[in-house]
């Protein structure tokens, strides 16, 4: 099975690599490189002579009308979208507007749909939950997401593996980037590895009228040139300028498509039910909200905790003219409301039900925190969590796998961490690189495992020479008579020696209390005792010897 599936993966990539991108006058445009022979063109499902969006330009043959493939057309490239995902060694998600017009969301191009003032209270689609359900069979990686919504994660989605590139309504240190903002720089690097490693991507909902993460898509189809990987899928009811690049063009709604989809691979979406069970929760970050190998740290959520963001949020480089002030350099005008600059801090209000989130107050603005938070920071798989209360209650993980809330364990291990979070910050500089904070915990782990050595070394080296001294103990009893020595154990055993004011009976001779023999450290009863013990016994005791000092 596995040697049939590696050939049917061979023959997609030599057609691929064979198949030049295809001219927007070529019928095949409407259906993808996979294609060898020309199915009929879809049917017109909603005629615009405008382009897709007013706000961006775009090649002169492009409108905003929309398409429908054919019912034939539709289900074979289902069955082929379905193998393409079976073989894929790694599946990244590119998604648009287009994703979420089914749970009421406007969207920037030009539709043949309605509108629709939902926003924070929207629910996920068919496309959001099926995705999720995709992503626990193993057969999604990533997701790249260009809306705000939330969506995926209200589906039960994975925080850790969908990367907000525009910001995010749920997440206040990754707010909604504006035009002219920049996004978030591990966003943008994480963005960048799917861009370069994805084997297939699935482009749903987008017009990729030119944006920056539009590589995303275009990237592998490049590759699939060279053979190195399975290419774009695009599904969209209008076309795009880049269809031609495609594996598999599909016009259809996202929703109609995963449908399918999902009955083609035999896979149920399951309903998720995510309850907030506690305000807080006990998460492996430090003060600065960055994962820690050692340090833990109390997060409070209930209302009126006083937080700050992570000092790593983008308020600044989204440009949000009511974020501007954070960490600004001076007052900002925001509407009619000057406001001061601040540090980021505030306090939590109540937790809002029909949004999916706690509702917070940070230097004056109101801002939400999605409830699928407290999970993502207890699972400990993110650099970094958004907000931070002011004064949180620290501790450290023990050798045991417990928690120690010592002050002084917490501090030489904060401290630790801060000094090799600085070095990584100077090599950032000086490369010119983004070195992931997720690295500077792993070298403070690197460093802890260090001293434990160094700890271990010298408990070894004291332990040698205890050892040493134990060996001449045990030479020193070759002098003595076997009968004495057994009579003498035995005594001991038996609790039959025989002390008078401080006198001790051994082998018919008498010892004042305090004088010693030829065994230095040790007394009589420890000779006699040590003299029947095994070589490995006598190691053993010279460990303990070594821990006891």
């Known amino acids: 099975s596995c040697c049939r599936m590696d050939t049917k993966k061979a023959d997609i990539l030599d057609q691929l690599c064979k198949t ?3 001219d927007h006058e070529n019928p095949s ?5 996979i294609y060898k022979s020309v199915p009929p063109v879809p ?5 615009c002579s405008f382009k897709p969006r007013g706000d961006l330009e775009g090649p002169e043959w492009l409108t ?3 398409y429908c493939d054919t019912e034939l057309v539709y289900k074979d490239k289902i069955k082929k979208l379905a193998r393409l995902i079976r073989l894929s060694e790694k599946t990244v998600i590119y998604s648009g507007a287009g994703i979420s017009t089914a749970a009421g969301i406007n969207q920037a191009a030009r539709s043949g749909g309605g509108y629709s003032d939902i926003s924070t209270d929207a629910e996920p689609t068919i496309t959001h939950r099926a995705l999720t359900a995709l992503k626990e069979n193993g057969l999604v990686d990533c997701w790249v997401q260009q809306n705000h919504d ?10 850790e593996d969908i990367y907000e590139i525009h910001g995010s309504w749920y997440d206040p240190s990754n707010p909604v980037v504006c035009y002219d903002g920049i996004m978030r720089s591990d966003v943008f690097s994480r963005m960048k590895n799917a861009a370069d490693s994805a084997d297939l991507v699935l482009v749903l909902g987008t017009s990729l009228s030119g944006l920056n993460s539009d590589q995303v898509a275009i990237n592998p189809a490049k590759r699939s040139r060279e053979g190195k990987s399975l290419g774009t899928v695009i599904v969209n009811l209008q076309q795009t300028a880049w269809d031609g690049v495609s594996t598999i063009r599909l016009f259809s709604e996202t929703d109609h498509v995963f449908t399918s989809l999902l009955a083609q691979l035999g896979i149920e979406v399951k309903e998720k039910m995510m309850e907030i069970s506690d305000n807080r929760v006990l998460v492996p970050y430090n003060a600065n909200g960055k994962r820690s190998g050692k340090i833990r740290m109390f997060i409070d959520l209930s209302e009126g905790q006083q937080i700050r963001l992570n000092p790593d949020h983008n308020c600044q480089g989204s440009k949000q003219p009511k974020l501007v002030h954070i960490f600004g350099k001076g007052a900002q005008d925001y509407q009619v409301v000057m406001r001061k600059p601040g540090p980021g801090e505030g306090y939590v209000g109540k937790y809002l039900s029909a949004l999916s989130a706690w509702e917070l107050n940070i230097e004056g603005v109101p801002m939400l925190l999605g409830k699928w938070w407290l999970q993502v920071a207890e699972r400990g798989k993110l650099d970094a969590i958004p907000v931070i209360n002011m004064d949180p209650v620290m501790g450290c993980e023990d050798h045991e796998g417990g928690c120690d809330f010592d002050i002084d364990a917490v501090t030489a291990r904060m401290l630790m961490e801060e000094e090799i979070e600085k070095e990584r910050e100077n090599r950032s500089a000086v490369s010119g690189t983004l070195i ?3 690295i500077a915990t792993a070298e403070a782990q690197l460093e802890e495992i260090k001293n434990e050595k160094d700890k271990i070394d010298a408990l070894l080296e004291k332990t040698l020479k205890n050892m040493e001294k134990t060996k001449r103990l045990a030479n020193s009893l070759e002098g003595i008579e076997d009968a004495d020595v057994c009579n003498g154990a035995a005594a001991c055993l038996n ?3 025989k002390q008078n004011g401080g006198e001790k009976q051994k082998g018919g001779e008498k010892q004042k209390s305090g004088e010693k023999q030829k065994g230095e450290d040790i007394n009589d009863d420890g000779l006699n005792i040590l003299s029947q013990m095994t070589e490995d016994e006598q190691i053993a005791y010279a460990l303990q010897l070594s821990m006891d000092d």
């Open 436 to 438: 992931a904070p997720g």
């Open 495 to 497: 609790g039959g020696e």
């Open 64 to 66: 905003g009308t929309e």
């Open 29 to 33: 445009f409407f259906h993808g490189r």
């Open 150 to 159: 939330g969506l995926p994660q209200k589906a039960g989605y994975p925080q």
């Open 43 to 47: 049917e017109v499902k909603w005629e």
């Open 20 to 22: 030049e991108f295809i």
